[in-house]
Nanobody
Framework: QVQLVESGGGVVQAGDSLRLSCAHS????????LGWFRQAPGKEREFVAA????????YYSDSVKGRFTISRDNAKTTTYLQMDSLKPEDTALYYC???????????????????WGQGTQVTVSS
């Protein structure tokens, strides 16, 4: 069983930065895809970023590309989401997710991930 615990959310102003953390047990990079998703009130959960298993290549949604960076620490027990130039539309509950059985085409689909954290709230004021 994999446990994921997010932290680092908060209330910031537009243009500020935040770094979210997802603490998890040691996961073999070649087997596990780690993703970040977000869900705003009244909206569906959407893909933000992911580190693809085997290659460790980072993928981003168009809405955050160039502003957010996903990374992992060397011990492979924490995955980060560095969020820069935050906008009010980035306001959402942010979730960390993990899975071992994804195919590349399903990486952006929330329902394909088996393991989820409880979420951390990010609020960006204008």
């Amino acid at each position: 069983q994999v446990q994921l615990v997010e932290s680092g959310g908060g209330v910031v102003q537009a243009g500020d930065s935040l770094r979210l953390s997802c603490a998890h047990s040691r996961l073999t990079l070649s087997s596990w895809t780690l993703g970040w998703f977000r869900q705003a009130p009244g909206k569906e959960r959407e893909f933000v970023a992911a580190l693809w298993r085997s290659t460790g290549r980072a993928y981003y949604s168009d809405s955050v590309k160039g502003r957010f960076t996903i990374s992992r620490d060397n011990a492979k027990t924490t995955t980060y989401l560095q969020m820069d130039s935050l906008k009010p539309e980035d306001t959402a509950l942010y979730y960390c997710a993990a899975d071992t059985n994804l195919i590349l085409s399903s990486m952006r689909t929330p329902g394909q991930y088996d393991y989820w954290g409880q979420g951390t709230q990010v609020t960006v004021s204008s």
